[in-house]
């Protein structure tokens, strides 16, 4: 299976009751294995979780923590980008150079790299006390 129809196939799970924004995520790891996640809403809006960090925690609990591709998907008139914590979660788990695809149901799809979407990440390096 690509990582765009793991990302399609997915996000008709998404729990998305108040909005209808449905969103659908996969990402590759560079052993191949793909994770998936949708998002998942709450009626206390701030508490709901994303596509993206429901694919990273797949991710991590299978016991991978490296990012080798991303696919996200949402039925939108333009690809929709991560949102600005989704870009943190992306980049610690990935190189820059990683291709991140946002795609439309209607087709539509636009590649950009991890640092495109997050220009000057904060980073383990920002950490360094010594």
Do not use: W
Request: hydrophobic letters at 40%; aromatic letters at 6%.
């Amino acid at each position: 299976m690509t990582l765009a129809q793991a990302a399609k196939n997915i996000r008709k799970n998404a729990y998305a009751p108040y909005s209808g924004f449905q969103v659908g995520a996969a990402i590759r790891t560079p052993s191949g294995d793909i994770f998936c996640g949708v998002n998942v809403e709450n009626v206390a809006y701030p508490e709901g979780t994303c596509a993206e960090a429901g694919a990273i925690a797949a991710m991590v609990a299978a016991g991978q923590t490296e990012i080798a591709q991303v696919y996200v998907i949402a039925d939108s008139p333009d690809p929709v980008p991560p949102c600005g914590g989704c870009r943190q979660k992306l980049a610690e788990f990935a190189q820059g150079s990683v291709q991140v695809t946002m795609a439309t149901t209607g087709g539509q799809e636009k590649t950009v790299t991890v640092a495109d979407l997050l220009p000057g990440a904060f980073g383990k390096g920002h950490m360094d006390l010594g």
